[in-house]
């Protein structure tokens, strides 16, 4: 166990170093941060100055070299733009995110397992196959169109008109397609309670809650219907093998068959899938994040792209690279707890 | 530490743990702003940008301010009269005091100009100005090394700052008056000022918090905000939906595509302004021998059709241009409009022997002006019909001016705005002839180069007859319309849109600093 984590860090460690090698690759192409930092008539004698001091002008391997010497102390530099150490912008801007993944992880979870436990069970009912219509379609809007859509559905309203007003039976159904709006479109909202240090949390309150809705809903629908569908999938497969027909002519209960022996099974290659894909979720944030105007890692990345940021970019995707790590280590850790056949260390078993 | 406190000698007390809720008293009025942008610092002086002076307009007062007709309104300034040739004396106004309590004087217009003549970003604006004096409390002289026509036009930049309030040494040892770009000075943590709004709290690119300054001098202003909560929200159509949703009352830079649908949305006001920001094409004649031949130059200008994009590509969202300087500029000449005609564009280019046109490289950015890519799109297939090839390259702003400064394409899009909202700042940094001793010309991408039309308003600038100016810059400018030393495409249009009973109309103007101190809020009871 401890050699496995051991590893895993010399692990997290070698991907800082890859990222940041290769962010700073590429960062001539990112833009020029002086430009962003100017008024447009200033003169270059100005800017060059500037390019000095900030040591811009230096060779790729001096900068590199200056930069690694610091990181390796935790000074991972200055953010150009937000005037503060970049892993401090960071620290700022991850619960946030984090929160946001968090609900959006919950929805996933709450979800998935019964609509996909039961689409598996019931594969020819009308639900079931309404479920995986759904699901299709879920999977194939970009998620800011999804985003776009709650935004006017639920945050700006929608009047319906499509039926004839006069008619009693049309008034209806106008305004039950109608919807008023009212639901936050942007930010946390101004309810946030401090938990800790950097962390302000929306879980706390319910103006804080309903702030939290339309995003991680926005954010969740990309993952939803891919989780359903594997869940279907995998459950499917498992309830044909022979242990669970065993399990039947044995006479134990159908929910113990489905809930407990077959769903665990079933579980295994979820939780691989799963570590991955909330991985990719930080990336989905980004769009998210943009649209809702959540104040994130997401959106903070956005800012320093779009002001050639280059320390917090670094500080960024090196920071996204561990997370990477991590993740993927806790779902090495519980994919032992779940099936206690494999081991951790690579050793066969 | 989550918040960057301001902290100010007067607001010491108002502390803020976590995020606050805005304490609401009675009859107050809440803003909540949606910009695209928040301020970068709190320092005016680090970096020249509209939201650092739409920023300078809520927690500082200019000099004198704009109206909305270009002209000039006392503010600190109450009188000025030009003493000499070179200096201008103005009256300050009496009994005014800053954030931090400390009282306004002649010092501090004194102490802020050559704070201005330090800064990076205002020291070539300032380079006119010799010196200034302060003659008693409320009488300062301003100097200008030759005779200047602009300097009420500068002295709207001069936002004087509480010059007790930024001297002295810091905690850690800095000077508090430093300038440091990006960096963390003291005057980009922390502000006193006289204008009309108070920071109380501010997040950057989350949000900033306002509270009026209750000593506020301009009790005559009528503006009735209490507070402002500023929300940045870069995505344009979430900034739409922040408004149509009721979470913000006021927007700023609402896009093209969404002008209908707030014009038509019930509860919200649309609020359309012509814009003074050029949008135009630099021809390289560095590298295309042809764009040295005025007739090619002039075919080029008649095949672009300043009046279709205008209409269709920015739906109305633009002013048709033929020259630099928008209506109300003085140099603004009425006669030189948009003269579209391929006929007569073909017969030139056959004149000149191109009949069979070339190829060019042409580069714009695809996310700095309104429709930035779809113009050059749209230029780019005009000019196939005078049979110039264009092979077009877009891209994002952070690569774009690194790009532009290579000068290694043959056609460039620019938008300019006037610093000092006149119609020779145009010329001195887009059609001058380079010259890199005196930085004119800066922005000049094609090396075009015209001495007569220079000289002229070389001369101009330093003419202090402001009509026989006027005349002059005329001229200048239908000089290059003639000689076309730029395309000269439109002036891109503002547009805000305010909730119902924000009475914003009056306090937004073509500069596009919106003067809130000023803003009367009137919701109806319901």
Redesign the interface.
Known sequence: MIAFLIKRLMHAILVMFVISVLAFAIQD?????V????????????RE??RE??GLNDPFLVQYVRFAKNAVQGDFG?S?????PALSVIA?HLPATLELVFAATLIIVVFSVPIGVYSAIKPRSPISRLFMGVSIIGISIPVFLTA?LL??IF???VTVTLFPGTTGWGAWLNSFFSTQ???????RG?????VA??W?TNLATWNGLKHLVLPAVSLASIMLPLFIRLIRAEMMEVLQSEYVKYARAKGISMRRVYFVHALKNTMLPVITVGGVQIGTMVAYTILTE????W?GMG??F??A????DIPLIVSYLMIVGVIFVVTNTIVDLIYGLVNPTVKLTGKPA | M?LKKTVLASVIGAVF??????PLTAGAETLRI?YSADP??LDIHE???GGMLRFSHLSFDPLVRWTKDFDFEPRLATEWEQVDETTMRMTLREGVTFHSGNEFTAKDVVWTIERLKES??Y???FEPVASAEAVDDYTVEIVTAEPYPLLLNLATYIFPMDSEFYTGETDDGNDKTEIV????SFA?RNASGTGPFIITNR?????VDFERFEDYWDTESEGNVSNI?L?????N??RV??L?????DFIDAVPPNDLDRVRDADGVNLIEIDGTRIIGFQMNEERVEAFQDVRVRQAIDLAINQEGIADRLMRGFATPAGQFSPEGYSGHNPDLVPRYDLERAQELMAEAGYEDGFTIDMIAPNNRYVNDAQIAQAVANMLAQININVNLRTM????Y??EY?TRESDMAMLG??S?TEDTANFFQ?LSFCID?ET?VG??NYGNYCNEEIDALVTQADSETDLERRNEMLREAEAMLYEDVGFIMLHWQNLAYASAEGIDAEPVVNAIDFPYLGDLVINRSED
Do not use: C
């Not at chain 1, 192409?29 to 941060?33: A, E, F, R, T």
């Not at chain 1, 709006?181 to 930010?187: D, I, L, R, T, V």
């Not at chain 1, 792209?305 to 050639?308: D, K, R």
């Open positions: 192409n990112l833009g020029d941060p430009q962003q930092m100017v008024g447009q008539s200033v003169p270059e004698s100005e100055a500037i001091r900030l200055y150009y733009f937000y005037r503060e700022r776009i935004i006017q945050a700006i309203g709006g009212n639901m936050p479109s942007f930010g101004y309810d946030l309670v401090n240090g950097n302000d943009t649209v809702f105007q104040p959106l903070m956005l800012d792209i779009n002001h050639a | 989550t743990a976590g995020t606050t809720l805005m949606g970068e610092t970096q020249l940008s990076p970003d020291r070539a604006i770009k990006a960096g963390n980009s997040r950057q690119g989350v949000r909560v929300t940045p929200i870069a995505e159509a979430s939906a922040a149509l949703s009721g979470g913000v994002p702003l952070a690569q001016w690194p400064d300019w705005h610093d940094y890199t930085g800066q922005y």
